[in-house]
């Protein structure tokens, strides 16, 4: 099967929201089979990896089909990172080759030097100085479809306890391109995604779910529209526009969305919505009511992890009947097991562990993969919740210590690790903080060394030192300077009672 079967050829799979710019699927399918040939002829072969640089801009698209019909992994880069961190990800994941949009171009050469293993970079959008053009050589290149085309892998990447991100890989298996996988088939089933469908992606494509969608919608011959960045106004505007059938979100946006005047958000036609999907992060229960009183009963909700261990989600008339819930199990069975590993009763809160839902790695990471399993082959992403009577789910937190500031993930050991380096500092614990726009924000808690005088100077150079060394959504948006923090004589931190000492909205 060829990408270019899926619809007819002049029919568009892409536009960008923003310049309004169009590719159809015949465009795509041959910009595709250049790339393709480009990684081939740098001797790219099936299971092997590269990594994705880009905003979200058209040209990743062909990129991305390319390593994924030849069967690559391959793993989109937040360009939010610092080049530390993003070139840690590259060496991690074994990439040979860095392909980057040419407007990240000092990012890309920054990466590449902490990145001593890469075989090349090459720029996408325009020559850069010092990279391969990428877009010079596919010009040379047939634009004829290949044979045999593959179910290629997006590899992504979540930070760990430790703090150091870690890649979620899954064995590689050479499935036939267009052979539906268990997510794609529910989002068939659940939401009515199909040929006909619209998809309108508000996020940055380098998070699993914006990039999964629109890929998934352009697979089985439906048009993606993807926003160059999210804004509450224009995604109502894309939705009259382009006739949007599915819109997937955090509730971040959604909270943006409603915040708008009755006014603007009665100036657009939305009647073409089937289907408002929203995940990443909890919802609070009066911004999920507010948004099914305005979109209607299409409002659903799924929890899931990139390491595509279970699957819960719940509609509108379910969730209004069990608000607060997730929904039930999708896929996996679903288990609630104490500490002891002991299974609990109904309405008792423990961690959630998934039989019969599949396998995956963390890359590198034979520590944090085996602690994801249990001795009955059960697997869990470390969140905690408890189950009703009728099996709906219900979470109460996510990982514990991950903190979910805007729909991303933010781990307070990597910021610890990174504040706890400063001379000034004895202790540290970060923790979230609700956040009325954001879900949750960051803060530290700083305990500092005898006879180091506490005042904003200190203040101004810790958060300089945060900047410096994390990307900035991971910096703490407040540092609180304190005594003591509390720890167990096995040096432990009581997380949960810094928060309570804490965490107080600022």
């Keep these: 099967m060829q990408l270019g079967d899926v619809a007819p050829r002049d029919k568009v799979a892409l536009v960008m929201g923003g310049s309004g710019a169009t590719t159809t699927f015949g465009e795509l399918e041959h910009a595709t089979a250049r790339y393709r040939r480009v990684l081939e002829a740098r001797g790219l072969e099936f299971g092997e990896h590269v990594a994705l640089l880009f905003e979200n801009r058209a040209e990743l698209f062909p990129v991305a089909w390319a390593a994924h019909l030849m069967g690559l992994y391959y793993t989109p880069l937040n360009w939010h990172l610092t080049r530390e961190e993003a070139s840690y990800v590259v060496d991690n994941c074994d990439a040979r080759l860095l392909l980057v949009s040419s407007t990240l171009a000092d990012l890309g050469s920054a990466i590449a030097a902490g990145a001593p293993d890469l075989e090349a970079v090459l720029s996408v959008g325009g020559p850069v100085d010092g990279m391969v053009d990428a877009d010079a050589l596919a010009a040379g290149m047939s634009d004829e479809p290949a044979g045999d ?14 703090g150091v991100p870690k890649g979620i890989l ?32 508000p996020g940055p494509m380098y998070h699993a779910a914006p990039l999964g969608w629109a890929m998934t919608t352009q697979q089985i011959g439906g048009t993606s529209v993807v926003m160059e960045r999210f804004d509450p106004e224009q995604t109502l505007a894309l939705i009259e526009r382009h006739r ?26 939305l009647s073409s919505l089937q289907a408002v999907v929203h995940a990443a992060a909890p919802c609070p229960v009066e911004v999920k009511r507010a948004a099914i009183d305005w979109f209607g009963p299409i409002v659903w909700e799924y929890y899931a992890g990139s390491e595509g261990s279970g699957y819960f989600a719940i509609d509108s008339a379910t969730w209004l009947a069990h608000p607060g ?49 249990n001795d009955a082959g059960w697997s869990t992403l470390g ?20 903190i979910l500031s805007g729909g991303v993930n933010v781990y307070p050991q990597e910021i610890e690790n990174v504040l706890s380096q400063h001379p000034a500092v004895a202790d540290v614990a970060v923790i979230g903080v609700p956040d009325a726009d954001l879900g949750e924000q960051v803060r530290a808690v700083v305990e500092l060394i005898p006879g180091t005088s506490g005042g904003d100077a200190l203040l101004a150079e810790l958060a ?9 959504f991971k910096c703490p948006k407040r540092i609180d300077v304190v005594g003591a923090l509390p720890r167990l004589p096995n040096g432990k931190m009581l997380r949960r009672r810094v928060r309570e000492l804490y965490g107080a909205p600022a």
């Design 325 to 373: 819930s997730v929904g039930r199990a999708m896929r996996g069975v679903v288990h609630i097991l104490d500490d002891g590993g002991q299974e609990l009763p109904v309405g008792e809160v423990g961690t959630i562990w998934f039989e019969d839902a599949g396998t995956f790695q963390y890359h590198k990471d034979a520590e944090k993969t085996a602690a994801a399993f």
């Design 149 to 162: 085309n593959w179910a290629g892998f997006a590899m992504f990447y979540s930070s760990g306890t430790t």
């Design 244 to 269: 949007v059938t599915h819109l997937q979100v955090v509730p971040t946006m959604l909270i943006r969305m409603l915040r708008l005047p009755d006014e603007v958000r009665a100036r657009y036609d």
């Design 464 to 472: 300089e030192h945060c900047r410096t060394h994390l990307a900035g």
């Design 170 to 201: 899954r064995e590689p298996a050479r499935v036939p391109f267009g052979t539906p996988g268990p997510i794609d088939a529910l989002m068939r089933g659940l939401y009515g995604l199909g040929p006909e469908s619209v998809q309108l992606s």
């Design 383 to 402: 969140d905690v919740g408890h189950l009703d009577e009728n099996g709906f789910l219900y979470l109460s937190d996510r990982r514990v210590d991950l």
